[in-house]
C-alpha cells in the first residue's frame, strides 16, 4: 500500500503549526495505523528529520493513551475502534489521510499529536473514589447489587478515558466521561457514601478545567471507542440536580436504581 499524509507539526504550545505531506509505500493493510507511524518515524529518523510525537502505550485498546483525529474523524473511520487498532486496510490505497490532535482549550498541545490531558486526572482527583475498609477481600457475595445495576456499572466503566468524546464534541465537553465516571461508581452499593459529594465535585471540576457544556449533539457516543451511552448523560444530572437541592442529611440516601 502507498498513503499520502498529512501529518500536523507543531513543535511547542507557543509555536505555530502546519500539516506537513509525506507519502509513505510499501505499507500491508495488516498495519496498525500507530505501526504505520513507526514505519514514518524511521524513515524520517534515517533522513536525520525530526519524528512525530504522538502518544501510545499498551496499543491494544484499552488504555486510552492513543488519540488523534484521523480525517476529521477522533480514532479515525472504523466505529468502535481505537487509534491503535485501526488497521490500514480500513483505507483505500493511494488515500489521502490528515492526521491531527485533539482540538480543546481544556487539552493544550504539547507537541505535534500530543496533548495534555490532565485535567481528566484533576477530575478523577475531585471525587472518583469510594469510601470502603481495607484489609482481606470481602465475601463476594456479602454485598449484594441488582444484576441490572451491574450490568449498567459495567457499561459505564467500560470508558478508558481517551477524550474522542472532548475532541468530537463542538463545545469540547468532557459530559460524557464525566457521566461515566460518575455513573460506574454511583450504580454500585460501594458508591453510596459519596454519591452526592463526588457528582457535584467532578462536575466543578470539570467547569474549572474549561470543558464546555453539554448540547446534546450525541457527537460524543459516536466517536466513543467503547460506545458509551449518552443515557448517562441524563443519568448524571438527575443526580446533580438531586445532590445540590437534596437536603444534606437526604444525600446518601439515593439508590443504584434511581
Not at 33 to 39: A, N, S, T
Not at 91 to 119: H, N, Q
Not at 128 to 133: A, E, L, M, N, W
Request: aromatic share 6%; with cysteine.
Amino acid at each position: 500500500m502507498r498513503l499520502t499524509l498529512h501529518v500536523w507539526r507543531q513543535a511547542g504550545p507557543t509555536v505555530p503549526g502546519r500539516f506537513v505531506r509525506y507519502d509513505v509505500a510499501e505499507l500491508t493493510p495488516d498495519l496498525s495505523f500507530l505501526e504505520m507511524l513507526d514505519v514514518l518515524n524511521e524513515q524520517l529518523l534515517a533522513r536525520q528529520e525530526e519524528p512525530i510525537a504522538f502518544d501510545h502505550d499498551c496499543r491494544e485498546g484499552i488504555c486510552g493513551m492513543c488519540g488523534m483525529v484521523i480525517n476529521g474523524r477522533p480514532h479515525g473511520p472504523q466505529r468502535a475502534t481505537t487509534a491503535c487498532q485501526l488497521h490500514l486496510r480500513s483505507f483505500p490505497d493511494g488515500a489521502e489521510v490528515w492526521i491531527e490532535p485533539w482540538r480543546a482549550r481544556a487539552f493544550p498541545l504539547i507537541k505535534d499529536l500530543v496533548v495534555d490531558r490532565s485535567a481528566f486526572d484533576r477530575i478523577i482527583e475531585a471525587g472518583g473514589f469510594v469510601t470502603t475498609r481495607t484489609g482481606s477481600a470481602p465475601e463476594a457475595n456479602t454485598t449484594l447489587v441488582p444484576k441490572r445495576d451491574a450490568d449498567l456499572a459495567m457499561d459505564a466503566a467500560a470508558c478508558i478515558g481517551c477524550g474522542a468524546c472532548v475532541a468530537a464534541c463542538p463545545n469540547a465537553s468532557a459530559m460524557l466521561f464525566v457521566a461515566a465516571k460518575v455513573s460506574h461508581l454511583g450504580l454500585l452499593p460501594q458508591g453510596q457514601p459519596e454519591r452526592a459529594t463526588r457528582v457535584v465535585n467532578l462536575v466543578s471540576a470539570m467547569d474549572a478545567a474549561g470543558f464546555g457544556a453539554c448540547s446534546n449533539h450525541g457527537e460524543c457516543m459516536a466517536a466513543c471507542p467503547k460506545e458509551i451511552s449518552i443515557d448517562f448523560i441524563a443519568r448524571l444530572n438527575r443526580d446533580y440536580l438531586a445532590a445540590t437541592l437534596a437536603p444534606q442529611s437526604q444525600t446518601t440516601e439515593f439508590t443504584g436504581s434511581a
